[in-house]
């Protein structure tokens, strides 16, 4: 459904007698609402009151639909519209806590002075103990300048800073991890380049997140290079990893070998060249882009792949076909050809919603809330602070995509996002690669 934009919580009074509920649901459905939960607030003796969380593509068709509730009449009412999504963020999304308690003077000296000093002392004199007496270990840094927040653009880190929050409660709950927003006012490779090996050594691990091409890919290389701890560029590659999972899985019910898919990608920025990159070096032969800006195409000429002019072309020429433009409703559904296979990635709106791409003869659709880089950072970070990695290699990518594979229900492109599970599958993998790396090197 593209344009669903907005999302809010109606809150609906009816008379206790079957068949209200129905009423109102019909209503909002008729007028192209899309019902999430249904929770019964209060069911009393004559009125019922429930919370019915409702997305809709703008506040008229929202207005449309509170008027058409109030008009079935017999008591049936919208008494309130909430948007729990900015309630959901008053206070911001997340806090730092202590592990420890303090109940005493005693728990405050080993805790803090003077007890603290003897174990800077200890991690003075053998710098390596910090992994084990510090959180450094297990914090990851979740950096961003701004320039390509979702596919929202060049809003600034402050802006940003909400999805920056986004990344480490999901650190968090999915792979217990701290990760701690840095938001930076410069885009200059130099600057954040710098800026980010002067700060590096109070944490486990860099996450490039919503920084824009080209720059993004210069600023990551060069962290690679320069930081023995692990770094990764959300965008690039975890967008990759569960990208080449969708489409091993999308592979395997076509019946076909994904070396010999033909796959097109539109949009050649931080995902979409990622992406390209991946699938070529997990050995798909036929990869084809393309994207408006020239220096776009040129780098994907320069990985080896194959550059197409249009979407119409990619459309006419691709079997399975993978957009990444932050531009929402950019495929015409008159492009889709019958049994293709369409991953529409950009957030919050993809370029086609998998409700039209299937009903124009897709034989597999997915958005970017379902392919979503969710499935792949935490798990990825989690195996490789695990390891102790200096660095996440596309050995270990490679692994977290498989695990992905195999997390996989039948007919489904991808594992459920919150099951845990997949994210300890993910990780195990990730680790048991990045620990043969390290025997090999050593
Ligand atoms: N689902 C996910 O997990 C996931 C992960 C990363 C990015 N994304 C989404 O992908 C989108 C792009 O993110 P990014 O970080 O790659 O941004 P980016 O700015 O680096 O890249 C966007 C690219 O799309 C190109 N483009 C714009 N209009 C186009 C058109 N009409 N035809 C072809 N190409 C066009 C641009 O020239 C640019 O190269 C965003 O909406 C983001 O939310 C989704
Ligand atoms: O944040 C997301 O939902 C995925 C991705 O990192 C994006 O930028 O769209
Ligand atoms: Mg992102």
Redesign the pocket.
């Known amino acids: 459904m593209v344009g669903q934009n907005i999302m809010r919580n109606l809150i609906v009074h009816t008379p206790s007698k079957p068949g209200n509920l129905g009423k109102v649901t019909t209503v909002i459905g008729a007028h192209g609402g899309d019902i999430g939960d249904i929770k019964t607030l209060k069911v009393g003796t004559l009125t019922t009151i429930r919370d019915i969380t409702c997305t809709v593509e703008d506040a008229t068709v929202l207005d449309t639909i509170v008027k058409s509730i109030n008009a079935l009449g017999n008591g049936i009412e919208v008494r309130a519209i909430s948007d729990d999504v900015l309630k959901a963020h008053e206070g911001g999304k997340i806090h730092m806590t202590s592990r420890m308690d303090l109940h005493s003077i005693e728990d405050l000296r080993r805790v803090y002075t003077p007890g603290v000093a003897s174990v800077c002392e200890e991690i003075q004199r053998s710098p390596e103990k910090a992994s084990y007496y510090t959180s450094i270990g297990n914090t990851v840094a979740i950096v961003t300048d701004g ?2 927040i ?4 060049n809003i600034g880190p402050v802006a940003g800073m909400p999805v920056m929050e986004g990344k480490a409660v999901l650190f968090d709950q999915l792979a217990g991890i701290s990760g701690v927003p840095i938001l930076l006012d410069t885009s200059d490779p130099d600057e954040v380049v710098e800026t980010v090996k002067h700060i590096s050594q109070g944490y486990g691990g860099i996450l490039l997140e ?5 720059h ?1 890919f210069e600023i990551e290389e060069r962290l690679k290079e320069d930081l023995s701890i692990p770094v990764m560029h ?3 590659h ?2 990759a990893v ?2 080449l999972a969708a489409t091993l899985s999308a592979c395997r019910y076509a019946g076909v070998d994904i070396k010999d898919a033909v796959v097109g990608q ?9 992406i390209c990159r991946m699938l070529m070096a997990y050995g798909v032969s036929e990869v084809y882009g ?4 020239e220096s ?1 195409v040129m780098r994907l000429r320069q990985y080896g792949g194959n550059v197409l002019n249009s ?1 119409e072309e990619v459309m006419a020429h691709c079997d399975i076909v993978i ?5 929402k409703g ?1 495929i015409d559904p008159s492009l889709v050809r019958e049994g293709q296979i369409i991953l529409a ?5 993809p370029e086609i919603s998998p409700e039209d791409a299937i009903a124009a003869g897709a034989a597999y659709a997915a ?3 379902l ?4 499935l ?1 950072f935490p798990g990825i970070f989690r195996g490789a602070l695990n390891a102790n990695a200096k660095d996440i290699t596309y050995p270990m990518l490679v692994a977290a995509a498989e695990a992905l594979v195999e997390c996989t229900r039948h007919g489904d492109l991808v594992p459920p996002p919150l099951d845990h599970n997949v994210h300890k599958i993910v990780a195990k993998a990730v680790e048991r690669i990045a620990l043969k790396e390290m025997v090999h090197e050593g």
Do not use: E, H, M
């Open positions: 320039t390509a979702l596919g929202l653009g919503d920084i824009g091409s080209p993004c959300d965008d690039q975890g967008t569960v990208t539109i949009g050649l920025g931080a995902a979409g060249l990622a393309t994207d408006p800006q776009a979407i957009a990444t433009t932050g531009v950019l990635l950009s957030n919050p709106y958005d970017g809330r392919v979503n880089n969710i792949g």
